[in-house]
């Protein structure tokens, strides 16, 4: 099944007339394939963060792979680790972005049970989970066989459903999103 009919609990055409501040997860989706897009401004920044998200989890796949590689030298694994440690840097810094323009438009929190990870957590597993979908699907229509790519489907869809079903939750006060910034270091910043 192509990834283009993964569908979603919300429409995001419908969303833009309500008073949503999260964005849908058919927008973040929009976004992973072209982080140009963007339909409504006040958006702007989880969207773009989103599809920089999924070109970055592209590019540590194929490093990943890379480091993998049992005949590769050992000069290319370590430059491959290198490369994966700074994408990670990068990562940090985009799920960050997302989750402070989180705290700066959620202004009341509410009451409900603390969610377990932030937003911009969720929609950097979704972008990982569309990165799989994408490359599974393509190995395995090379390979005749679909069994990995409808379990990465599969999840990819739960996910998706599971982000929408936690903004609806935030926006009606039943989930508290945490506040939580990254403790983990990639190596030195410059």
């Known amino acids: 099944m192509p990834l283009d009919a993964v569908t979603n609990s919300a429409n995001p055409a419908d969303q833009l007339g309500r008073q949503n501040v999260l964005p849908a997860s058919g927008l973040l989706i929009d976004s992973f394939r072209d982080d140009s897009a963007c339909p409504m401004s006040s958006w702007r920044v989880p969207l773009r963060a989103a599809g920089r998200l999924a070109v970055h989890h592209g590019d540590q796949w194929s490093a990943e792979m890379i480091s993998r590689d049992p005949n590769a030298d050992d000069h290319v694994v370590a430059a491959a680790k290198r490369s994966i440690d700074l994408l990670n840097r ?5 799920v960050t972005e997302i ?4 705290d700066r438009v959620l202004d009341d929190p509410g009451t409900g049970p603390l969610h377990t990870e932030t937003i911009g957590s969720v929609i950097d597993r979704l972008a990982i989970a569309w990165v ?3 490359r599974l699907i393509d190995h395995e229509a090379q390979e005749r066989s679909a069994s990995q790519a409808d379990a990465a489907l599969r999840q990819f869809r ?3 459903r599971a982000y929408d079903d936690l903004v ?3 926006r009606e006060g039943c989930r508290r999103i945490p506040r939580w910034r990254a403790l983990k270091s990639y190596g030195e910043r410059r």
Do not use: I, S
């Open 90 to 94: 990068v990562r940090v810094d985009l």
């Open 99 to 102: 989750d402070t323009w989180v």
């Open 132 to 134: 799989r979908c994408q």
């Open 158 to 160: 739960e996910l998706a």
């Open 168 to 170: 609806r939750d935030a």
